[in-house]
């Protein structure tokens, strides 16, 4: 895939004709070299023959007000035709341009991966007696109605523990320059989003494992859409996730638009540079009424990881088997809550199964409560808005000390039973 620039104009600066870069990869659209004037000028000036796209799909045949209150409307792909690499004098020249809001070239964001293990070791205490889980399926295991987009390395689709729970999904790993570095599938923009890791057929088997030769999954009767955001990145001996920033964005979108309930992110890359990662297609899955989960990182420190430092997105640590704060737990004020992450048992690849540690795993037992908690409410009748979630989780969450709120472990440790007494509750009055 050849070099790619993304442009951010200012609302009164839009072009809605231009195709998506999507389709211009597949060949569902025609390729266009026409843009704004001042733009294709400066490109012209240096020689560099270029297709002009949107950043993203509209949802409809036209931008939906949630689109362009969120600025997705304003955002454009620069696709170059030629194996080149963008001048930095050709991106200032741009900034130049008094309606051009911000420029810059496509990045790749890397996440750690927790390693994986596959000796299951001694027996370990049950994470599900932790939060409670058991109790909340006498309440409800889920509905098929209430659908999880799951962002990550991909799935293994025909997985025992969790193919019947799948719904059609998306591979958005499409990285320009990974010969060397990437291993498996790192090209190709498609439909299938299998997982060469092992990452995300774990986080889904704690989400929907139907309980063959593991745990039964936290919200087994839910559906989930798995996207593929991350390839698999050489670093020393192992691998770590990566993916183009604004794929995985890309990915994001692409979820809402299928009309998920909540997305769960395994993953979380660091701010450096302009801008917030992730920022206006986050803004847009909540003006969405989409819940968005996200692990808070493991390196243990104080720090910030996104998409889950971003406002309303719910960040997660992890505790240990005895309900303590993981050492490895990253965190901070936007921590929302903790949930079991050590030595958690799950599908992996090849319909085998392993452990692995991490706030990865961790996310999905919250992504889970929150797929649970929208489920009951639909037996009264009720759609449970993001905010309405929140408020159950963060008022019945087990406090770590005697703060309502601390930085290393949020509003606490989940507590299933109690949410759903407090759920029913509300529902009953």
């Known amino acids: 895939m050849k070099n790619h620039l993304i442009i951010w104009t200012k609302q009164d600066k839009r072009i809605d004709e231009l195709p998506y870069w999507g389709d211009i990869i597949h060949k569902k659209s025609p390729e266009t070299e026409n843009f704004l004037p001042e733009v294709s ?78 000796s299951m070791g001694a027996p370990m205490l049950d994470p599900a007696a932790q939060i409670f889980i058991r109790q909340a399926h006498t309440f409800t295991t889920g509905n098929p109605q209430i659908k999880i987009a799951v962002l990550d390395t991909g799935v293994d689709t025909k997985h025992k523990e969790i193919t019947d729970v799948l719904l059609p999904g998306m591979d958005f790993v499409n990285i320009l320059d990974g010969v060397e570095k990437f291993v498996g599938d790192y090209l190709g923009y498609d439909t299938d989003p299998q997982d060469d890791v092992g990452h995300g057929t774990h986080v889904c088997g704690i989400l929907s494992a139907k309980g063959l030769k593991m745990a039964r999954g936290i919200a087994p009767s839910c559906k989930v859409i798995p996207v593929r955001v991350l390839g698999a990145l050489k670093s020393g001996n192992g691998v770590v996730g990566a993916g183009l920033i604004d794929n995985i964005n890309n990915g994001i979108k692409w979820a809402v638009d299928q009309k998920v309930d909540v ?28 819940t968005i989960v996200a692990a808070s990182g493991n390196d243990g420190r104080k720090d910030r990881y996104y998409p889950g430092a971003l406002k309303g997105v ?39 199964y392993s452990m692995s540690s991490g706030t990865s795993q961790a996310s999905p037992y919250v992504t889970g409560a929150v797929a649970l908690l929208k489920s009951f409410a639909l037996k009264y009748g009720r759609e449970l808005k993001d905010n309405q979630v929140k408020y159950i989780l963060k008022n019945t969450a087990d406090r770590m000390d005697g703060t309502l709120k601390n930085v290393k472990s949020g509003y606490g440790l989940i507590n299933l039973l109690d949410a759903f007494k407090l759920l029913k509750y509300k529902l009953s009055i």
Do not use: C
């Open 263 to 290: 997305i769960n992110m395994s993953l979380g890359i660091k701010h450096e540079g302009g801008g917030l990662p992730h920022e206006e297609v986050i803004n847009y899955a909540l003006r969405k009424g989409v």
């Open 41 to 118: 000028n400066v490109f012209r000036k240096y020689n560099l023959p270029v297709l002009y796209s949107t950043e993203y799909k509209p949802q409809h045949r036209t931008w939906t007000p949630e689109e362009v209150k969120s600025g997705l409307a304003n955002i454009f792909r620069v696709i170059l035709k030629v194996d080149r690499g963008i001048p930095q004098s050709l991106v200032e020249e741009i900034k130049l341009i008094p309606y051009v809001e911000k420029v810059r070239p496509v990045d790749i964001g890397v996440t750690e991966l927790p390693p994986v293990s596959s």
């Open 314 to 352: 719910i960040a997660v640590g992890a505790v240990d088997q005895h309900s303590q704060m993981a050492a490895f737990s990253t965190y901070g004020s936007h921590v929302s809550f903790v949930a079991p992450g050590a030595n958690i048992i799950s599908s992996y690849p090849n319909n085998k």
